[in-house]
């Protein structure tokens, strides 16, 4: 049990050095903050390459050309994040939401930026202004509710997630947000039981049975975990999964390799 204990405290400290990266794990695949402030995707939206480091040429060039072009603002922004020019990103949609004060969709992509460079204070103002308390957006809530639990507010960022599943009840992403929340405060059980929820979504991705694998795993029970990491997965990924997962674990008689190890995390849903 000691042993446990100090496994949970040592991936609690490794969870909140990588809470928030780009992608949160390196995967670009959740959804833009901003996304969720815009109903259609526009015609340059459309045109714009699939490609990441052609998309910061293309949204890069709208951006010189007008800088208050709100739309290529965001896209450049989105994807110099996507490059991991987290810093870069954060320096220009700064300067953009100069020039477009009061812009909400550039501040939640500006907030989003912050979060992903791990400015977690400067994030949470910021997106506390791209949404309102009589227009809230459960996605920028679930942001929010990550930064806080980066600065070690965890009951307060619980709040923000049951606001965003007030809104979007039995959202995957929230809830695995909430049981990773659970997890950094080591309270093992109530991590599990809402990453078991989020699991039980159809629209859960790979990254919520990570979390959930991992928290079994860290209670213990490893048969258990290494099977949730496989279900219905192909063979060499099921490996490479059930890999990763003995990694992360494997450092359970040794915090100090625990905790220099990523934790797998979800913040937003695509």
Known sequence: MRRQSSLARAL??????????????GCQTLSDVAGSLTTTRTKTAAAAPDDPRRAVEFYGERYRVNPKDVEAAIGYGQALRTTGQRAQAVAMLEQA???????????????????DNGNAQAAFDVLSRAHSPDNPDWRILSV???????????EEARRYYASALRIAPDEPSV???????YMLSRDLPKAEENLRRAYASGRADTRVRQNL???????????????IVKADMPADEAAANVAYLRDMLKGRDNPRTAAAKPVPVVARDD
């Open 12 to 25: 609690a400290s490794a969870a909140l050095s990588a809470l928030l990266a780009a992608g949160l794990g």
């Open 97 to 115: 939401t100069i020039g477009n004060p009061g812009n909400r969709p550039l501040l939640a992509a500006y907030g989003r930026a912050l979060a």
């Open 144 to 154: 929010q509710g990550t930064t806080l639990d980066r600065l070690g507010r965890h």
């Open 175 to 181: 809830l695995s947000n909430l049981g990773l929340s």
């Open 213 to 227: 694998a991992l928290v079994v795993g860290l209670q213990g029970r490893f048969a258990e975990a290494e099977t």
